[in-house]
């Protein structure tokens, strides 16, 4: 056979959708997988599919001498020590300026540590964000590589056309950067998909618990609200879910759903390394507190009848709700809260930018998220706009038009928040967000007593604002004396 432009390792359902959409884009590609039924099913697929140029291999080797050289593999194998495992295997029989590229959720570190060995092997890596989950790697993902700037080079040609394309602003990839940077940037992104999915979470459960709203009535609502500044994938796929029927029995299946959510560990690292960069991320970290709060099915069972006596039914029950000034309410509660979430995902990459010297342009990284991937919004031209507008914009809520825009909806956004705590209806995410922004738009905050506290039990010393320097006081000497 001649050879091929291209190989993809890993047949799962992403790895065969990823590379069915780069053999329709017009690039042959070599695929492998060690279980020789997912490799049988890919080349079935890529014939029923249109008999697109798939070819198959159950042998690392003959898989590795069907690509043309510098030959370029994209691995789409489980984070950790599969990774390792398949990198072993397939560069036993790869070549000087041949390049392996991970498209896998990996933790950027261990991308950096495999860069710098396959290097002394006089091999190129990338390490790859992909989001848009099956659906986009089969028609278009965002796509973030990010390591080698050769290797990048050699697949430019086939990642422009594979991406997703976005008429006003091109195929949804970059180059991000140097290192893990493509990793890193996909583990923010999940981040802020956690905090969207909250969001939208709170929003459901207001309107449905304290709105009394139907699913039919949500389905409305969120197909509504898919058609103005809250356009987006998640919104969309949210108003679906509300009008699919269970087949298995009587009403609609969301309810049916069991109220656990679970997780793969981007968003918990996400709030690791907002922490370890002092970077405020409270949004994204309640929405990874509540999906561990909602693991705890059985306890939160329990509790409900410990505190069955509370009052809390009665006092959803007895509460007046004008519901189309509720739905307004929630929207806007919705935006203003998404806005401080993105905020907070950008400052953390801007952070480990400078941190790494990256140089990561936050416009351009809100630009391939405007297509392919789980985020995708009209909002994200926004994003764009306001970092073309200034490049340096210490926070997004800073920028005029989103500052505008949290000025005009805040009253609503207060509104919807005392609503539910008087409702008793748990909203992290909004809440969050709204002490995020009360917090960042203070000129003077409590801070002072704090630091006054740390002084006073640890000698800490703090500054004043009105004089220059360091001091500390004997705060206990002072207070013990005045006693006497």
């Not at 991308?111 to 964000?129: H, I, P």
């Not at 269970?246 to 049916?256: F, H, M, P, Q, R």
């Not at 409900?304 to 006596?309: C, L």
């Not at 203070?442 to 220059?468: K, S, W």
Request: charged share 25%; glycine share 10%; proline share 3%.
């Amino acid at each position: 056979m001649t050879l091929t432009r291209i190989g993809l390792a890993g047949l799962a359902v992403m790895g065969q959708n990823l590379a069915l959409n780069i053999a329709e884009k017009g690039f042959p590609i070599s695929v492998y997988n060690r279980t020789a039924s997912k490799v049988g099913e890919t080349v079935e697929r890529a014939k029923l599919e249109g008999n697109l140029p798939v070819y198959g291999f159950c042998d690392p080797e003959s898989f590795v001498n069907s690509i043309q050289k510098p030959r370029v593999i994209i691995m789409l194998v489980k984070a950790g020590a599969p990774v390792d495992q398949t990198i072993s295997t397939l560069s036993t029989f790869m070549e000087k300026g041949d390049c392996i590229i991970d498209g896998g959720n990996e933790w950027y570190e261990n991308t950096e540590r495999r860069e710098k060995a396959m290097a002394e092997l006089g091999l190129l890596y990338l390490g790859m964000g992909v989001s848009g989950g099956e659906e986009g790697a089969r028609h278009g993902p965002s796509l973030m590589p990010g390591g080698s700037f050769e290797a990048f080079k050699y697949i430019e040609d086939i990642l422009l056309k594979v991406a997703a394309q976005v008429p006003d602003s091109g195929p949804c990839v970059t180059y991000i950067g140097k290192g893990g940077s493509g990793n890193f940037v996909k583990m923010v992104h999940n981040g802020i998909e956690y905090g969207d999915m909250q969001l939208i979470a709170e929003a459901y459960d207001v309107l449905k618990s304290v709105g009394k709203l139907s699913n039919n009535e949500l389905q409305e609502v969120f197909s509504e609200w898919n058609k103005g500044e809250l356009l987006s994938f998640l919104i969309e796929i949210t108003a679906d879910i509300f009008g699919i029927k269970d087949e298995k029995s009587d009403g609609y299946l969301v309810d049916k759903v069991l109220d656990k959510t679970g997780m793969k560990g981007t968003g918990k690292w996400t709030v690791q390394q907002a922490a370890d960069l002092s970077v405020a991320a409270p949004t994204i970290e309640a929405s990874l507190d509540l999906r561990f709060l909602s693991g705890l099915k059985e306890e939160r069972v329990e509790a409900a009848k410990v505190f069955s006596s509370g009052g809390f039914h009665d006092i959803l029950s007895n509460q007046p709700v004008d519901k189309a000034r509720l739905i307004d309410d929630v929207r806007q509660a919705l935006y203003a809260s998404k806005i401080c979430s993105y905020a907070q995902g950008m400052n953390l990459l801007r952070a480990k930018s400078i941190e790494k010297g990256w140089d990561l342009q936050l416009g351009e990284l809100a630009r391939i998220w405007k297509g392919g991937c789980i985020i995708r919004a009209i909002f994200l031209d926004r994003i764009k706009k306001a970092y073309d507008r200034n490049a340096n914009l210490a926070n997004l809520l800073v920028d005029p038009e989103f500052a505008k825009e949290i000025i005009d909806r805040q009253a609503a956004w207060r509104r919807v928040i005392c609503l539910a705590v008087n409702a008793g209806i748990t909203t992290p995410g909004m809440s969050a967000s709204l002490a995020y922004f009360d917090t960042y738009r203070r000129e003077r905050l409590p801070a002072n007593l704090v630091q006054a506290q740390r002084d006073y039990f640890g000698a800490h010393t703090y500054e004043r604002i009105d004089v220059a320097g360091s001091f500390h006081t004997e705060w206990f000497k002072i207070a013990r004396q005045s006693k006497i």
